[in-house]
């Protein structure tokens, strides 16, 4: 079984600074993860991928996130955010045996104040 | 990178009336595609995992003869809401499976049934 727990479902930042999205994960198997945003009305766009490569993942629009197996934790961060960041963001793991299925936390609903 | 197309994007329909929505995958080629429902503010939820050639599986408690799913080729899956109604009103989306374990969504269907 697999599962997902974004620890804030509301996220509110200024402009410029730096933006923490928590994300746990549990899994039986050695997990594949991703976060993805979501504009409003819009369709998900992946931010990045772990998938047992290296732990600290770097994706677009300046986002990372570092994979701690020892915290069960994929912790998505940026340094400074804009205002085009304001969104939903989700994380989601899947594994082998879960046959492609991806199992998506609550979402994050970022608000970047200017 | 891949793309996935979904349509139409949005629909309004009377109730009883039935509304089918289409998932293609446009430079790649997809035997599994799946479907995920999205209710206002929260995150998405697994429908069904449509398989090219066989019949769809769905999750528990979503109804089969409600939620009919196509999958006639490798590259299009069809969902079909039947006699719709007030409560189907969602947002739906679908993704499709590329190389490296990436799932790719749609733009999505925001269904209003009046």
């Known amino acids: 079984a697999q599962s997902v727990t974004q620890l804030d479902s509301h996220v509110s930042v200024s402009e410029g600074t730096p933006v923490l999205l928590r994300c746990n994960y549990s899994s039986s198997y050695s997990p594949s993860l991703f976060w993805y945003v979501q504009h409003p009305n819009k369709g998900l766009q992946l931010l990045l991928k772990y998938t047992s490569a290296a732990t600290l993942v770097k994706g677009i629009n300046g986002f990372e996130a570092e994979f701690k197996k020892s915290e069960t934790s994929f912790h998505l961060t940026k340094p400074s955010a804009h205002m085009s960041d304001a969104a939903e963001y989700f994380c989601v793991v899947t594994t082998p045996a879960a046959g492609n299925k991806l199992t998506f936390g609550g979402g994050t609903r970022v608000l970047v104040k200017p | ?114």
């Open chain 2, 1 to 114: 990178g891949a793309v996935v197309s979904q349509h139409p994007s949005r629909v309004i329909c009377k109730s009883g009336t039935s509304v089918k929505i289409e998932c293609r995958s446009l430079d790649f080629q997809a035997t599994t595609m799946f479907w995920y429902r999205q209710f206002p503010k929260q995150s998405l939820m697994l429908m069904a995992t449509s398989n090219e050639g066989s019949k769809a599986t769905y999750e528990q408690g979503v109804e089969k003869d409600k939620f009919l799913i196509n999958h006639a080729s490798l590259t299009l899956s069809t969902l079909t809401v039947t006699s719709a109604h007030p409560e189907d009103s969602s947002f739906y989306i679908c993704s499709a499976p590329g190389t490296t374990s990436i799932q790719y969504f749609g733009a999505g269907t925001r269904l209003s049934v009046l």
